[in-house]
């Protein structure tokens, strides 16, 4: 049920590149203020001047972060700094990454993916018109996907045998990036015959993808246009063994003693509480089940749900029935979206951050300025699939899907 195609990538050329790795960058949603000042250090050619740019004084419509990234990619064109492959092709990238102590392998492929239908990659996140904003005005000023979205699909396909190591890389986690080029026609139409039969989900990216299906409608693309703003680049990457890891995003909280009260008190109406002595407790356990620390009782627990009936009803109030069994969507409802309302005033990071590591989270709640944390399982792919295919929106920060895929492994010109 997808269309894609090959394309002609832009890479970093290895020929004027000693080391690709001091180049690449996490997705420039995950880069923080210190992080991004980190890779602007590190080598005067790293993507995050193309991808998540500092604004500096002066600043005008000429001349801003989004403008300088155009240069950028133009000038690295003109110098040899980037080369733009003269034929169209696939792009297999092969990932060795350690999740939570095991070593493992995830392999997958960009390629385009045409808009050829409202849902031609199912979303399973709300979006937020400030960050489509912002990566609109990047989509325009340099006319390039600087970076891929994320999508699997269900299954798995054959992996081409003949292809052409580009080079390799490794981000800060240590995670091994092995990007290879496929251009034989066969294994080529292979791919692309597979995909017809898959469905694509959005992994990451939702901002990227909606941003650019609304650049190509307001260039007047139709589905069946094959104008080359009608497809976006994409990667996909199968369910199938062990490569697909989804983590677990924890909540870390700063909240008053009366807040923490509350949260213990909306806990007796719908939970069992037990007190527990580590996360695998929680990991381990079934039913719906999720971890609470507080500063003010210094002790961990976790919240068991025994009130199944309880629990819809309030959910079916809140218009949220169709996640009552999203374990994210349960804390929010029945815990945590009423205080967060108390504090809608603050700054966000001033009330609620978030980690996908349970002894991160537990430790800015013991020893740092926050002074709670809610500890979370990971929402399965099978979940993220039936909500995607009924159309449904999970809250914010439900997935996080490890590892990321390194900006600066690929882009591609909207020519």
Known sequence: ????????????????????????????????????????????????????????????????????????????LADGLFKEDQEPCLYMLEQEFTCRGTKRQRRGFFALLKFDRERSAKPHENTYQKPKDDRLALLRA?????????GFYDGELPWPVQSVLVFEARDDQGVLHRLKRVSDKAAVSALVAGMKKKNVYIADGHHRFETALSFAKDMGASHSSD????????????????????????????????????IMNAAKKYFLIVEIDSYERIERSVGHVMGFYSKKLDKLFMFKLRDAFAKDRLMQERGRLDQKDLDVSILHTLLLDDILAKHKDKETSEVIVYSHDEAEALNMAKKGRYNAAFLLRPTGVDQIIKAADAGLKMPQKSTFFYPKLASGLLMRRIV
């Open 227 to 262: 104008a080359p703003h009608n497809y976006i680049m994409m990667y996909f990457t199968g369910t199938s063994g062990s490569g697909l890891a989804v983590l677990p995003i924890h909540r870390i909280l700063k909240l008053g003693d009366e807040d923490i009260d509350s």
């Open 1 to 76: 049920m997808a269309t894609i195609s090959p394309f002609k990538g832009v890479l970093y050329n290895k020929e004027k590149i000693k080391d690709i790795s001091a180049l690449i960058a996490p997705p420039y949603d995950v880069i923080d203020e210190a992080e991004r000042e980190k890779l602007y250090a590190r080598d005067e050619n790293n993507i995050i001047r193309v991808i998540l740019g500092r604004d500096e004084e002066g600043d005008n419509p000429s001349d801003n972060r989004y403008t300088r990234a155009a240069q950028f990619i133009k000038s690295g």
């Open 142 to 150: 340099t006319m390039t996907n600087t970076e891929p979205v994320f």
